[in-house]
Structure formats: structure tokens, C-alpha cells
């Protein structure tokens, strides 16, 4: 199981970016798959996840309204559309698997979280 984040950036206030993460090892529908951040400072945050069987998705209260997940079995790959942006939105954002992503969508949660590299994403005027 191996999973590739990519698509961070530099970018300011109220812009937009879509960060991707490619799944190797398993296919997206398989396994549901989600995004965490880590701020410095701050504590770990679950901000969004997509469930492998029907497609049901997660979302921190944080990022609402603003961040839509979605995935293209396809291509095995999960995106992260991140609009509106903000300071507070500033992190590395990692995509994983396993019982971390699980447990936001509510379902059983067997086994090992799986991580990729994180991706910087930095919001700043």
C-alpha cells in the first residue's frame, strides 16, 4: 500500500488549490481514504474523507463549505479541492488509509493506518 500526495503550494488568502493523492497497492475504491493536516504547534486534524463503498465523505467543521473531496477510481485517485482559503488552513496535509480514516466515517476500523508524504500548503499575503 503506497500513497503519493501532491499539489501544495504557496497561494493567498480566499485562493484555491487541489491537492491529489495517488494510490498504489490497492485501488481507491477499495479502501477509504482521507486527508489529515499537521500545523506547527497544533494538533493533528482529521479534515476529510471518502468512504470506499458508497462514496460518503467527512468533513472537519473547520473546512466546510469550503474543501470537497472526491475521488476518480480511474485513475486511483483522491483530490482535495480546496477553495476560499485561509491562514488557519496553512499545514502539511497528509492522504492515509486505515482505522484514522475510518473512524471519522464511523465504520469498524481493523488494522494499520497507512501514510503518504505530506504536502506544504501555505496560505499568505
Known amino acids: 500500500v503506497q500513497l503519493q500526495a501532491s499539489g501544495g503550494g504557496l497561494v493567498q488568502p480566499g485562493e484555491s488549490l487541489r491537492l491529489s493523492c495517488a494510490a498504489s497497492?490497492?485501488?481507491?475504491?477499495?479502501?477509504?481514504i482521507g486527508w489529515f493536516r499537521q500545523a506547527p504547534g497544533k494538533k493533528s486534524e482529521g479534515v476529510s474523507c471518502?468512504?470506499?463503498?458508497?462514496?460518503?465523505?467527512y468533513y472537519a467543521d473547520s473546512v466546510k463549505g469550503r474543501f470537497t473531496i472526491s475521488r476518480d477510481n480511474a485513475k486511483n485517485t483522491v483530490y482535495l479541492q480546496m477553495n476560499s482559503l485561509k491562514p488557519d488552513d496553512t499545514a502539511v496535509y497528509y492522504c492515509?488509509?486505515?482505522?484514522?480514516?475510518?473512524?471519522?466515517?464511523?465504520?469498524?476500523?481493523?488494522?494499520?493506518?497507512?501514510w503518504g508524504k505530506g504536502t506544504q500548503v501555505t496560505v499568505s499575503s
Open positions: 492515509g488509509t486505515g482505522p484514522s480514516i475510518a473512524v471519522l466515517l464511523g465504520d469498524p476500523s481493523p488494522g494499520r493506518d497507512y
Open positions: 497497492g490497492f485501488t481507491s475504491d477499495e479502501y477509504s
Open positions: 471518502i468512504r470506499s463503498s458508497d462514496g460518503s465523505t
